[in-house]
């Protein structure tokens, strides 16, 4: 009986993991990952016109942030906290459009406080628990 009862458990947790459908859930490694981003709550520009990209290893952040190259520490928590760190990164000029755009994104990353994650899109959040990033596998 206990054995059925840990298999019926188990069996919860595992599924409550993914969606059928490939929702998020909150929660989740991010280590090994990487992202193109799509989607932001700033009005303009549209980030998709830029190479604008996260790779997560064990606890470091780095990518392109349109013109620069970047990186540094983040954090996350087993219940979808999700925290950046001091965020460094190169210092080549680019057009006025696209040195926006890698502004927009690291205020934007350095607001993160939440995400979900899939197996296709990573969504960042802020504290009110508001889409701000969403990214795409690649």
Same mark, same amino acid.
């Given at each position: 009986?206990? /054995?059925?009862?840990?298999?019926?458990?188990? &069996?919860?947790? /595992?599924?409550? &993991?993914? $969606?059928?459908?490939?929702?998020?859930?909150?929660?989740?490694?991010?280590?090994?990952?990487?992202?193109?981003?799509?989607?932001?709550?700033?009005? @303009?520009?549209?980030? @998709?016109?830029? !190479?604008?990209?996260?790779?997560?290893?064990?606890?470091?952040?780095?990518?392109? +942030? +349109?013109? $620069?190259?970047?990186?540094?520490?983040?954090?996350?928590?087993? +219940?979808?906290?999700?925290?950046?760190?001091?965020? #460094?990164? !190169?210092?080549?000029?680019?057009?006025?459009?696209?040195?926006? +755009?890698?502004?927009?994104?690291?205020?934007?990353?350095?607001?993160? #406080?939440?995400?979900?994650?899939? #197996?296709?899109?990573?969504?960042?959040?802020?504290? $009110?628990?508001?889409?701000?990033?969403?990214?795409?596998?690649?």
């Amino acid at each position: 009986m206990k /054995w059925i009862m840990m298999m019926g458990v188990l &069996c919860a947790l /595992w599924a409550g &993991c993914e $969606n059928q459908d490939g929702a998020g859930t909150r929660g989740g490694t991010l280590t090994g990952t990487a992202w193109r981003l799509t989607s932001w709550s700033a009005s @303009s520009p549209d980030p @998709s016109a830029f !190479t604008i990209t996260a790779d997560f290893s064990d606890s470091r952040i780095s990518g392109s +942030a +349109a013109v $620069n190259a970047y990186g540094g520490a983040y954090t996350i928590t087993s +219940a979808g906290g999700f925290s950046a760190g001091a965020l #460094s990164s !190169t210092l080549m000029a680019g057009s006025e459009e696209a040195m926006r +755009a890698e502004s927009t994104y690291l205020d934007l990353l350095r607001q993160a #406080s939440a995400y979900e994650l899939s #197996s296709k899109s990573l969504t960042l959040q802020d504290g $009110n628990h508001h889409t701000i990033l969403t990214f795409q596998a690649r």
